[in-house]
């Protein structure tokens, strides 16, 4: 079943638009998810604005200097929610609403979003990322029967979190360009129209970069239009590939090893930014091969050895090696003749996996868009540490049965960035 949501609101007053959609659909309980900032920033004023209205409304503020969806709100979460026939609302940006989309989601009830920052593009998404025993993974839950963002809550979220929504959306462009690689030479399923849909919601915000960075209520609006966008193209196809590529993976790989080593993680679409940076290296490195190099690149090709692909994500996750393992045992499992099979379909599909790879702009161009609107574009900007970042791009791509350029390199011996 196709989730629909009924109601998509962008603009001023969105707790008044609130009122009038749950008045016309008889709702009376609610349960508020916020965190400190976000219960402040709006939480607070749609909690008084149901309660005139004589609703019955619980709100769960969470606390703490960092909020993830793992064991610990999961848990406060339902502890605090009240039982019974209720909406949830979830007030704020990613991590709030996926945790309020898991809860509802199991405990039978529907729940609407009111997000506070364009930071993500998962506010319509049918996914929950949540991060179980330090590993992220991405539970299949449902999407909100409505949205409702208030603009000018939104222009003064800070900035970092308007930058991250803008590395998260431009992250797209090497995710479209992994999808279709992946569709030419590993059968992934494939939509033209969802890509396209993707792409172009990706040149608005590139288009409007400077209305973004300034914040202006167009700019915010350009942006969040772009990322519930992304987010309605991945529910309509049912899975995150249109909006999740190499530099997604890279992202989760550093996201993993920081809960595991620091217990704490730098935003989503900061890291998703810095890593298209990476990732479109990669890209330009393709581009520089002729057709002859990479044909006889491809001749000399052998397959990966399984004991030490196996030992290499041991190498690379360690306890959670094994779960790894098991997600990805379609490379794994790879012999000779579909090795070979897939050797021949990149050497089929070379003009088009030289097109697709057209389409990432250069390195320096995308980080001159994260400098203009303040994002960070260097390791060091972003946080990343001495020897942090490599591993990003050297186990990341284990973490999805997918293929994409960082296996393309593996495969034509084109060295990882
Ligand atoms: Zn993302």
């Not at 638009?17 to 400190?36: E, N, P, S, W």
């Not at 217990?263 to 290296?281: C, D, E, P």
């Not at 030992?311 to 090696?321: C, L």
Request: with cysteine; charged share 20%.
């Amino acid at each position: 079943m196709t989730p629909t949501i009924e109601t998509i609101y962008i603009g001023s007053d969105a707790t008044g638009k609130l009122l009038d959609y749950v008045a016309a659909k008889g709702l009376t309980r609610f349960c508020i998810v916020a965190d400190t900032n976000t219960y402040q920033a709006l939480g607070e004023q749609a909690e008084a604005a149901l309660k005139s209205k004589g609703y019955d409304v619980k709100s769960v503020v969470l606390t703490g200097a960092e909020i993830h969806p793992d064991e610990h709100y999961l848990v406060k979460t339902f502890v605090e929610a009240p039982i019974g026939d209720l909406t949830f609302i979830a007030v704020g940006s990613g991590s709030i609403t996926d945790l309020t989309r898991f809860v509802s989601h199991r405990s039978g009830r529907d729940f609407i979003g009111m997000p506070t920052a364009p930071s993500v593009d998962g506010f319509t998404s049918i996914g929950a990322p949540i991060i179980l025993a330090g590993v992220k993974t991405t539970l299949t839950c449902q999407a909100p029967i409505a949205v409702f963002a208030d603009i000018d809550v939104m222009a003064n979220a800070p900035q970092r979190l308007i930058a991250a929504g803008f590395g998260d959306m431009i992250g797209k462009y090497t995710s479209l360009a992994d999808w279709k690689l992946g569709s030419l030479v590993w059968n992934e399923p494939y939509d033209a129209e969802i890509a396209r849909r993707t792409q172009a919601a990706v040149d608005s915000v590139v288009a409007h970069t400077e209305a973004i960075r300034n914040h202006t209520t167009e700019g915010v609006r350009i942006l969040l239009e772009a990322l519930i966008e992304s987010g309605i193209c991945m529910l309509e196809f049912g899975a995150s590939r249109p909006a999740s590529g190499a530099e997604h993976h890279a992202s989760h790989y550093w996201e993993m090893q920081r809960l595991k080593h620091h217990g704490s993680t730098m935003l989503h679409g900061a890291q998703v930014g810095y890593a298209l940076t990476l990732i479109a290296k990669q890209y330009a490195k393709i581009r520089q091969l002729s057709r002859a190099e990479a044909l006889n690149r491809l001749e000399g090709a052998v397959v990966p050895n399984r004991e030490e692909e196996l030992a290499h994500i041991r190498e690379g996750y360690g306890d959670m090696a094994d779960d790894v393992a098991k997600d990805h045992h379609a490379f794994l499992n790879l012999d000779e003749n579909s090795f070979d099979a897939l050797k021949q379909r990149i050497a089929e599909n070379w003009s088009e996996i030289e097109a697709l790879a057209a389409n990432v702009p250069e390195p320096e161009v995308i980080a001159g868009y994260l400098r203009q609107v303040g994002g960070p574009s260097t390791a060091a900007e972003l946080g990343l540490v001495e020897g942090e970042e490599a591993p990003g791009l050297e186990y990341g791509h284990y973490l999805r049965d997918r293929f994409g350029v960082i296996k393309l390199s593996r495969v034509l011996d084109v060295p990882i960035v």
